[in-house]
Structure formats: C-alpha cells, structure tokens
C-alpha cells in the first residue's frame, strides 16, 4: 500500500524559507516523479513542480524562482523548499506520486500524501 | 499558461441523478490529456479519471469522462451519496500543469 506522509514546520515567517519533506513507503522512490500541489484554505489547488527520481525537474513558472525540489532516495524521501515566502504562500501542501505511462505519454497523479498546512506569519 | 473553466460552479442534485460537469480549456489539450479528481472535506484530491476517459484504479464505472480539445466533461451516472464532493479538471499536456477552480456537488 503506497502511502506518503508530509512533514516540516506548521508556521514559517515572512521572507524566510519554507521547508517540507514527503516520506514515502509501500513503492520505490525509483521510477517516478514526485511533485508538490498546494491549495490555499478554502481554495483550489495550484501544481508547484516535480521531479523525476533520476533528475530532470519541472517547475510553475510562477514560482519558478523560489522553488527547488529534491529526491533522497537513500532515504525514500523527497523534499520542496520554497524560498521569500509571503502570506501568499499559506497553503495546505501536498506531497504526490506522479506516474509517467511511457506508452500513452500520460501522468497520472495517483497517490497524494494527506497535506499539511503552512502559514505563513510572524 | 491554459486556463481551466469549469461549470457549474455548484450542482444541486439528489441521489440517482445523474451530474454532468464540464471543463472547458483556454487552449487546446494535446492527446486529451486531462485528468479529474474527486475531494472530499479535510482530504487529499483523489484521481478518478486521467488521458480525458480512462477510469484510474478502484473507480466506479459511474463515473466516465469524455471529450478532447477545448470541451471536456465528467459524467456520474447515477449519484451515491459518497460522490458529493468538490470535482477539479487538471491539465497536463503543456507546462505549467494547470487546475481548474473546481465544481461543487451538493445534495438538493
């Protein structure tokens, strides 16, 4: 049973960085993408980036500039930083597995972790 | 950047319905690559449909989508009472991948 699990600081001050790490288990950190979706409270969700187990990233251009996503895979871990936040980033983050169908070209974003929220505050 | 409308905003039906819910991209979606999630209050989204009609695993047959382009829709057949929930259209044809704003289904 794939299961993944957020973890990292709950309250992040203004223009500081935003740290989260996904632990995964039940699949191999090998073979897939791993990708961060946030939604601000009561909002819909925004795709933040991903990045395959083996390297090649994808970011939002939104916030191409902040974002730095890694994979441990001694660990089964991968993690997102998110650097100047503002209020703006207060969101419930979520870790995902993305699924890459190397037949049909289509990723399927098929297992998510159960979010959590950041604020951002002094 | 494209751009996901959905409509309705809201849906109010009872259970037995059936819901039809649209999705309608700025640009076209090459290869209909468009997925639906289902979420629930206080739960992660959950993939019910991905490449615009193929059904992820444990999905009911009840629900099914269709559609290619600039016009996308989801169908629930027949409406339990677990289908009410918010439904998000995503895109993954073009960076960066892009959600839509959601429509809610609530019970009449």
């Known amino acids: 049973q794939v299961q993944l699990q957020e973890s990292g600081p709950r309250l992040v001050k203004p223009s500081e960085t935003l740290s989260l790490t996904c632990t995964v288990s039940?699949?191999?950190?090998?073979?897939?993408?791993w990708s961060w979706i946030r939604q601000p409270p009561g909002k819909g969700l925004e795709w933040i980036g991903y990045k395959y187990y083996s390297g090649s990233t994808n970011y939002n251009p939104s916030l191409n500039s902040r974002v730095t996503i890694s994979v441990d895979k001694s660990k089964s871990q991968f993690s997102l930083k998110l650097s100047s936040v503002t209020a703006a980033d207060t969101a419930i983050y979520y870790c995902?597995?993305?699924?890459?169908?190397?037949?049909?070209?289509?990723?399927?974003?098929?297992?998510w972790g159960q979010g959590t929220l950041v604020t951002v505050s002094s | 950047e494209i751009v996901l409308t959905q409509s309705p905003g809201t849906l109010s039906l009872s259970p037995g319905e059936r819901a039809t819910l649209s999705c309608w991209p700025s640009?076209?979606?090459?290869?209909?690559?468009l997925a639906w999630f289902q979420q629930k209050p206080g739960q992660a989204p959950r993939l019910l449909i991905y490449?615009?009609?193929t059904r992820a695993t444990g999905i009911p047959d009840r629900f099914s989508g269709s559609g290619s382009g600039t016009d996308f829709t989801l169908t629930i057949s027949r409406l339990e009472p677990e289908d009410f929930a918010v439904y998000y259209c995503?895109?993954?044809?073009?960076?960066?991948?892009?959600f839509g704003q959601g429509t809610k289904v609530e019970i009449k």
């Open positions: 995902a597995r993305v699924n890459y169908d190397i037949l049909t070209g289509d990723y399927q974003i098929d297992y």
């Open positions: 490449g615009a009609s």
């Open positions: 039940g699949a191999s950190i090998n073979s897939y993408y």
């Open positions: 995503q895109q993954y044809g073009s960076s960066p991948w892009t």
């Open positions: 640009q076209s979606v090459s290869s209909s690559y």
